[in-house]
């Protein structure tokens, strides 16, 4: 079966620091990957989809970056944090049309 | 484009009592739908999905969606709730317009009470 996994669960970085999420999938080939961010108490934020190595698109401008550098790893960066960068990151990959979500990192810019 | 929109972002309700949380879809091409369930702390988990078919799709724990393809509808049902059903409830929709994209509804949250 499938599973996906995300790290760190939670993550306290000053404002100013960078950043580097992690998200790996196991028991897929060649997965549709996605990050998306979740403001409290809000819906969803697509950020980035990958439909393969290397292939990274972006949804709404910002100071975060995405790279897939393996198949089944997806990596979610930035170089400088701002506070509007606090929220919950989740990634999720895709088959047969539904998503099926990471456990998520909550992220807290101070 | 797509959009989602539920209706309600709270629903309070007591336990054993029947609810329904709606949700409307807006499309220009054929659409998938779906519900995901997020309890508190966790990631998004899918509860169920119409791709086609009987318009009549159901989970395993007892809840029960619709499409309405005239409504654009695709309310979520479960005749009789308990506590461990609160959770914020995520109505989304999928159209491949030269890349398959979801897109989420703003989420209910369910309030079961005793």
């Keep these: 079966s499938q599973t996906i996994h995300q790290w760190p669960a939670t993550l306290v970085q000053p404002v100013g620091s960078p950043l580097s999420l992690e998200c790996t999938v196991e028991g897929t080939s060649n997965p549709n990957l996605y990050w998306y961010r979740q403001a409290a ?18 949804e709404v401008p910002q100071n975060l970056s995405a790279s897939r550098p393996q198949d089944r790893q997806f990596i979610l960066s930035s170089k400088k944090l701002l506070l509007s960068d606090s929220g919950f990151y989740l990634c999720a990959w895709s088959s047969e049309w539904a998503q099926y979500f990471g456990p998520g990192t909550r992220l807290l810019v101070l | 484009a797509q959009s989602v929109t539920q209706l309600d972002s709270q629903v309070p309700v007591f336990e054993e009592a029947p609810v329904e949380l709606r949700c409307n879809y807006s499309s220009s091409v054929s659409v998938y739908l779906f519900w ?9 988990q899918l509860l169920l999905k119409y791709l086609s078919g009987s318009t009549l799709v159901e989970s395993i724990n007892g809840f029960e969606a619709e499409f309405n393809k005239s409504q654009t509808s695709f309310h979520l049902r479960k005749p009789s709730v308990h506590i461990s059903d609160t959770a914020e409830y995520f109505c989304a929709v999928g159209a491949n317009t030269g890349g398959f994209k979801t897109i989420f509804g703003a989420g209910t949250r369910l309030f079961v009470k005793a």
């Design chain 2, 36 to 44: 995901y369930v997020q309890y508190p702390n966790q990631g998004l």
């Design chain 1, 41 to 58: 108490g809000r819906g969803l934020q697509l950020l980035f989809y990958s439909v393969g190595i290397g292939q990274i698109s972006s």
